[in-house]
């Protein structure tokens, strides 16, 4: 039902533009006088609506983030029955219910004696910091001279310091060399075989998006490079860190992208649907292999010298749990199949248009890639021309993205490819009308 327009938009737009600064925006273009931000005010299923009263689909999950949809009551209710005890409490010297049976529910989905310890941390940007500082502690307490970790090319693992050092560096115009992690950059896991002993000797762990590369623009690997990698570290005695951040809790189809290759790595990151999309939590997880060490170790030698204010936190910690009950019986998985297989279909429809040059899907993932010099701006153009179809998502470069919440219905996820068609070759008319 959309809301009644009790919102004073202007008012609001107005005051955004005087005092708020938003990320992955040209700060210049968002202050414009014509530009006219949607104020997102409410949510329920896989739609929101503006404070205008207009209804859109989700498109793009709140930025990856949100499976079962928006205001969901069994997730709401956790939140509330934990916030009428406590909402925080220091996680420095104490712990809480809700983290303790979240690091229990999450170590029980892998297999037994694998990834058994979990680190609490905020988003998926200081989920990858814990497991470098990890993956350095681990290693000096060995004694090894390993420092450097190996990242893939184009890949996207965070924007704070040493996460945005392990990929996209063009990205944020990092070119200083002080500040950041010992990274190497490769392309593949050919480049990785072909380094010469002395230099893999160097390296302390590998760090990788399973299946697809996501801010990349959907970039799919090809089927076998995670299990070659994981055979590939294994051989090498080198940490393989996966970063499920975007991938984890049945994006692709599975409960964790690693499944599809039968692959374990030695830590693990997750955040974003970690939640269900609610609140920002994230967990490094580690095997008891590494774990051990540290406990091992003497003098204060084992300590982890990381970790924020709200580590720990009971409330996200308690939308997690709810999110993970949602899972339970498998029943969630086996319908997001049905519409993973719809979504295929549905896809297929856009590929004869003009002006598409690729359609790459993962699971519950999909790219639609535009053809030309272009691209990147009709990208643009039609994720905002979508809208009047009642679709919000943005592009990746020249990449449109859709993947909303599982809870979308068949409907709105015909509803979402029809306005992504309509709004497709409507740019591409209008692009061809003014080209001499
Ligand atoms: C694979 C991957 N890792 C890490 C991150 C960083 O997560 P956050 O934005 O929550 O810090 C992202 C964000 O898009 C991501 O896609």
Known sequence: MPCKSEWDTAALVAA????????????????APDHKPLVLVR???????????????????????????HNHPHINAAIVRQLGLVAHTSFLGFTNPP???????????????????????????????AALRIVEQF??????????????????HGDTAGAAALGARSLFGIKGEGWRAPVREVGNIKDL?????AEVAQIAAVVIEPLIQGAAGMKLWAPGTLRELRDWTEGKGILLIADEVMTGFGRTGTMF???????????????????????????????????????????????????????????????????????????????LRRKIILLKELLADLEPLPGVK???????????????????????????????????????????????????????????????????????????????
């Open 257 to 335: 992208a690693c499944e599809q290759e039968r692959v374990v790595p030695d830590i693990m990151i997750l955040g974003k649907a970690l939640t269900g999309g609610y609140l920002p939590l994230a967990l490094t997880l580690i095997t008891e292999r590494v774990f051990r060490l540290f406990a091992a170790a003497q003098g204060g030698d084992g300590t982890l010298f990381y970790g924020h204010s709200y580590t720990g936190n009971a409330l996200g910690s308690s939308a997690a749990l709810a999110s993970l009950q949602l899972f339970a019986g498998g029943d969630l998985l086996i319908e």
């Open 16 to 31: 955004d533009k005087r005092h708020v600064w938003h990320p992955f925006a040209d700060t210049g273009e968002w202050c």
């Open 193 to 197: 075989a072909a380094l010469p002993g």
């Open 358 to 436: 690729d359609i790459r899907q993962c699971g519950f993932i999909a790219a639609i890639e535009l053809a030309g010099t272009e691209a990147a701006t009709r990208a643009k153009a039609v994720c905002l021309e979508a809208r009047r179809g009642g679709l919000l998502t943005r592009p990746i470069r020249e990449s449109i993205v859709l993947m909303p919440p599982f809870a979308v219905t068949t409907g709105q996820l015909r509803q979402s490819i029809a306005a992504l068609k309509a709004a497709i070759q409507h740019v591409l008319q209008k692009a061809e009308s003014v080209s001499p």
């Open 99 to 129: 983290a303790i049976r979240l690091a229990e529910a999450i170590v029980a989905l892998f297999p037994p004696e694998t990834l058994t310890r979990v680190f609490f941390s905020d988003d998926g940007s200081t989920g990858i910091e």
């Open 139 to 156: 290693w000096r307490l060995r004694g090894s001279t390993r420092t450097e970790i190996v990242a893939f090319r184009d890949g996207y």
């Open 43 to 69: 949510g329920e299923g896989a739609l929101l609506w503006d404070s205008e009263g207009r209804e859109y689909i989700d498109g793009n999950s709140s930025i990856w983030t949100n499976i079962h949809g």
